[in-house]
């Protein structure tokens, strides 16, 4: 088993997230490579959509695809962690 960030919170630790119950952390029980290569690369597309300002569907958040948005919250909640970390390690 090995953990992460929790990719439907982003790592928020929100208690009504229904993946990690608020611990903000997300638990898995298969191989990170048979996970993270799929996940790698749809969040490596949303991040090129979102910097490029091609969204795939047109509107705002609400008009886009489920995985646009699952995407974006791992790219994002990586991007948060990766910042309280280094702070932390500033802090110390
Ligand atoms: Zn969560």
């Known amino acids: 088993m090995w953990k ?3 990719p439907r919170c982003g790592g928020s630790a929100d208690p009504s ?12 029980d298969r191989c ?3 996970v ?3 996940t790698r690369e749809f969040v490596d597309a949303a991040v090129v959509l979102e ?3 091609l969204a795939p569907a047109p509107g705002a958040g609400g008009d886009q695809a489920a995985w646009f948005m699952d995407a974006l ?4 909640g990586e991007r948060a962690a990766i910042e309280r970390r ?3 390690a500033e802090e110390a």
């Open 51 to 53: 910097r490029d300002g």
């Open 36 to 38: 993270s290569k799929g």
């Open 73 to 76: 919250g791992v790219w994002h």
């Open 17 to 28: 997230c229904e993946r990690c119950g608020g611990r903000g952390e997300a638990e898995w």
């Open 4 to 6: 992460s960030t929790c």
């Open 86 to 88: 280094r702070r932390a």
């Open 32 to 34: 990170p490579a048979s």
